[in-house]
């Protein structure tokens, strides 16, 4: 692929970069260089180079080499085929010039974050990278990377850990800091970046000159949007069939593609307005939509649709029980909560439900149900924790709760097992097998896990009880009887 010249492949029909790729030098570090950032942020960039040529993006594997072990070969370009029921089109990004493998390149990475000429450090590391409880949003003290890089600050491991090792650096050489710009799915990606960054500094020696430093960085938030499924062996043959030529790693995308985010970068920034990014004062907003709309729906859908027996989100949003009780979780118990008129939230639903039946994308749900940990307090509870403060019912938001408790025991409805992926999954694991199937005991054993629910919601009754009562109904009649059974 490396050969291939991007006059050959327009010549093909492929959308390929419309720079000289000799020509640009990278201005960003991406942390994070999986499947998402080059479905969303590196395709945005790729599309700015030709007029903004010192914004070239250099990424980061935090924990394993492979996306810089299959681009390499292939000067780290790419194909993103954008894929729905009309087909699949090619489009070449250009925009990551070099991957870096953090474990074995870490101080060429740090050294490359402290270059003058870079300007932001993003960072898709996922929920879990960033080492926090994800019911205060604060910092987890204990994390085990967490508390080696605080012992270790030269050979960080931790995202967190790495980016105040890089701000040591230019701070000990008076540059000014580079901009930390989180695109993860958080709420307030940017401010819970900057509290847990600035905490981190803190432990290291709060009022030290390195602490002050880091207080002036700044965190902007963004709300970043684009469905982007695991790459497959059949996807790869798809691609090669449409380019002709052979790509380690496609990535497989829709679309439909949103960014909005907060206009703060003193240390400058590309015109992302320019490619149809939309800068904005409060991202707020915009994140709690996503947050309480799509991704709500997302792991409701996903628990409730393994359990009911669907591999891909396409075919349990065809299922009528599923697609009602998401349009009503949405509208009924979602919106609501929402300051965003409604019409803009109705629109919004109805492009999401759309794009939930793309058939083309083959979007798994074990793939969305991974890390419900880490994912539930801003999908599900924070929503449920409005209704319950404006005294408004939540059946279905409930719902997806107790099939997210039904699905960690780890054993599907035919008795077959479950591969659970999460950083608690050990204690989940425990959980379950003392309950054993004993709806009570269950659902008592994980409202225990405060990083999820925190300390205030297992002391609500009717929370506990509509959960409870969701869970014993699954157990009993199973995941499709207990969605009809809502209504
Ligand atoms: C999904 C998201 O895997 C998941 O948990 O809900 O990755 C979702 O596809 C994106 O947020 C869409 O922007």
């Given at each position: 692929m490396s050969?291939?010249?991007?006059?050959?492949?327009r010549a093909?029909?492929i959308?390929a970069?419309?720079?000289d790729r000799?020509?640009?030098t990278p201005?960003i570090v991406h942390l994070?260089?999986g499947a998402?950032?080059?479905a969303?942020?590196?395709?945005?960039?790729?599309?700015l180079?030709?007029?903004?040529?010192?914004?070239?993006?250099i990424?980061?594997?935090?924990?394993?080499?492979?996306?810089?072990?299959?681009l390499?070969p292939?000067?780290?370009l790419?194909?993103l085929?954008?894929?729905?029921?009309s087909?699949t089109k090619?489009r070449?990004?250009?925009?990551?010039?070099?991957?870096l493998?953090?474990?074995t390149?870490?101080a060429q990475?740090i050294e490359?974050?402290?270059d003058?000429?870079?300007?932001i450090?993003?960072?898709?590391v996922?929920?879990?990278?960033?080492?926090?409880?994800?019911s205060?949003?604060e910092?987890?003290?204990?994390?085990p990377d967490?508390?080696?890089?605080l012992?270790?600050?030269?050979t960080p491991?931790?995202a967190?850990?790495?980016i105040?090792?890089?701000?040591?650096r230019?701070?000990?050489?008076?540059?000014a800091?580079?901009t930390?710009?989180?695109c993860?799915?958080?709420p307030?990606n940017?401010k819970?970046?900057?509290r847990?960054?600035?905490?981190?500094a803190?432990l290291?020696?709060?009022g030290?000159?390195?602490?002050?430093?880091v207080?002036?960085?700044?965190f902007?938030?963004?709300?970043?949007d684009?469905?982007?499924p695991a790459?497959t062996?059949a996807?790869?043959?798809i691609?090669?069939?449409?380019?002709?030529?052979?790509d380690?790693?496609?990535?497989?995308t829709?679309p439909?593609t949103?960014?909005v985010?907060?206009?703060?970068?003193?240390?400058?920034?590309p015109p992302f307005?320019?490619?149809?990014?939309e800068?904005?004062e409060?991202?707020?907003?915009?994140?709690?939509?996503?947050?309480?709309?799509l991704?709500?729906s997302?792991?409701t859908?996903a628990?409730?649709g393994y359990l009911?027996?669907y591999?891909?989100?396409?075919?349990?949003?065809?299922?009528?029980?599923?697609?009602?009780l998401?349009?009503?979780?949405?509208?009924?118990?979602?919106?609501?909560?929402?300051p965003?008129?409604?019409?803009?939230l109705?629109?919004?639903?109805?492009?999401?439900?759309?794009?939930?039946?793309?058939?083309?994308?083959?979007h798994?749900?074990?793939q969305i149900?991974?890390?419900?940990?880490?994912k539930l307090?801003q999908?599900?509870l924070?929503?449920?924790r409005?209704?319950?403060k404006?005294?408004q019912p939540?059946?279905?938001l409930a719902?997806?709760?107790?099939a997210?408790?039904?699905?960690?025991t780890?054993?599907?409805e035919?008795g077959?097992?479950?591969?659970?992926?999460d950083?608690?999954?050990?204690?989940?694991?425990?959980i379950?097998?003392e309950?054993g199937?004993d709806?009570?005991?269950?659902?008592?054993g994980?409202l225990?896990?405060?990083e999820v629910?925190?300390?205030?919601?297992?002391?609500?009754a009717?929370?506990?009880?509509?959960?409870t009562?969701?869970?014993?109904?699954?157990l009993e009649?199973g995941?499709k009887?207990?969605v009809?059974?809502l209504?």
């Amino acid at each position: 692929m490396s050969e291939i010249h991007s006059g050959t492949l327009r010549a093909r029909g492929i959308h390929a970069m419309d720079y000289d790729r000799s020509t640009i030098t990278p201005g960003i570090v991406h942390l994070g260089i999986g499947a998402f950032h080059r479905a969303h942020m590196a395709a945005y960039v790729d599309s700015l180079l030709a007029k903004n040529p010192s914004w070239g993006i250099i990424g980061a594997s935090l924990r394993r080499p492979d996306t810089r072990d299959a681009l390499q070969p292939q000067d780290f370009l790419y194909t993103l085929a954008i894929r729905d029921a009309s087909g699949t089109k090619p489009r070449i990004i250009g925009s990551i010039l070099d991957v870096l493998d953090a474990n074995t390149q870490r101080a060429q990475l740090i050294e490359t974050m402290a270059d003058p000429s870079i300007r932001i450090v993003s960072l898709t590391v996922t929920e879990k990278g960033y080492c926090h409880d994800p019911s205060t949003g604060e910092l987890d003290e204990k994390h085990p990377d967490i508390v080696h890089d605080l012992a270790h600050p030269e050979t960080p491991i931790s995202a967190p850990g790495i980016i105040v090792a890089a701000l040591e650096r230019r701070r000990q050489r008076g540059l000014a800091p580079f901009t930390v710009m989180s695109c993860d799915n958080l709420p307030s990606n940017g401010k819970t970046a900057g509290r847990i960054v600035r905490r981190f500094a803190e432990l290291g020696g709060a009022g030290t000159d390195l602490a002050d430093y880091v207080q002036s960085v700044s965190f902007p938030s963004t709300m970043i949007d684009r469905i982007v499924p695991a790459t497959t062996d059949a996807d790869r043959s798809i691609v090669a069939d449409i380019t002709g030529f052979d790509d380690a790693w496609p990535i497989m995308t829709e679309p439909f593609t949103q960014w909005v985010i907060e206009d703060d970068f003193p240390a400058g920034r590309p015109p992302f307005e320019s490619v149809g990014a939309e800068l904005v004062e409060d991202v707020e907003p915009f994140e709690l939509m996503k947050l309480r709309m799509l991704n709500g729906s997302h792991s409701t859908m996903a628990y409730l649709g393994y359990l009911s027996g669907y591999q891909y989100v396409n075919e349990a949003i065809a299922d009528a029980g599923i697609a009602k009780l998401v349009h009503g979780l949405m509208t009924e118990e979602a919106m609501p909560t929402l300051p965003m008129a409604r019409a803009t939230l109705e629109a919004y639903r109805d492009q999401l439900l759309a794009r939930f039946a793309n058939p083309a994308l083959k979007h798994r749900t074990w793939q969305i149900a991974m890390d419900g940990t880490q994912k539930l307090p801003q999908r599900l509870l924070g929503t449920i924790r409005d209704r319950l403060k404006a005294a408004q019912p939540f059946p279905r938001l409930a719902l997806g709760v107790a099939a997210w408790m039904r699905y960690v025991t780890g054993i599907d409805e035919a008795g077959q097992p479950i591969e659970v992926k999460d950083p608690l999954a050990a204690r989940l694991r425990q959980i379950a097998d003392e309950a054993g199937r004993d709806p009570e005991k269950l659902a008592n054993g994980l409202l225990a896990v405060t990083e999820v629910f925190g300390t205030d919601l297992p002391q609500v009754a009717v929370f506990r009880d509509t959960v409870t009562n969701h869970l014993k109904s699954l157990l009993e009649n199973g995941a499709k009887e207990a969605v009809r059974r809502l209504g």
